[in-house]
Nanobody, 126 residues
């Protein structure tokens, strides 16, 4: 079992930036595809961004494209989500997910992921 741990959430103002991190203490995820999802109060969890195991292919939700960047540092066993130009509608709990599946494009569906973190809260005030 792989336990993912997110960090980096917080309370910011609109227009600010945050960087979320996801790691797996005691386990390597450097060869796993990884993704970020988010869930706002009263809404379903939605896809945000994903990256393949080698870090050369990324996918983004339209709502975050050009503002968010997903990346990974295999040496640090960490996946990042750099969030710029944050908006109040970005307020949500952000979850990291990972899968061992080797696929040509980063998975964007929840069912494609095997492991999940417990989430980190991001709140953007107007």
């Amino acid at each position: 079992q792989v336990q993912l741990v997110e960090s980096g959430g917080g309370l910011v103002q609109a227009g600010d930036s945050l960087r979320l991190s996801c790691t797996a203490p005691g386990r390597t995820i450097s060869n796993y595809a990884a993704g970020w999802f988010r869930q706002a109060p009263g809404k379903e969890r939605e896809f945000v961004a994903a990256i393949n195991w080698s870090g050369d292919r990324m996918s983004y939700a339209d709502s975050v494209k050009d503002r968010f960047t997903i990346s990974r540092n295999s040496a640090r066993n960490t996946v990042y989500l750099q969030m710029n130009s944050l908006k109040p509608e970005d307020t949500a709990t952000y979850y990291c997910a990972a899968t061992r599946r080797v696929v040509p494009t980063p998975p964007v569906g929840e069912a494609e992921y095997d492991y999940w973190g417990r989430g980190t809260q991001v709140t953007v005030s107007s």
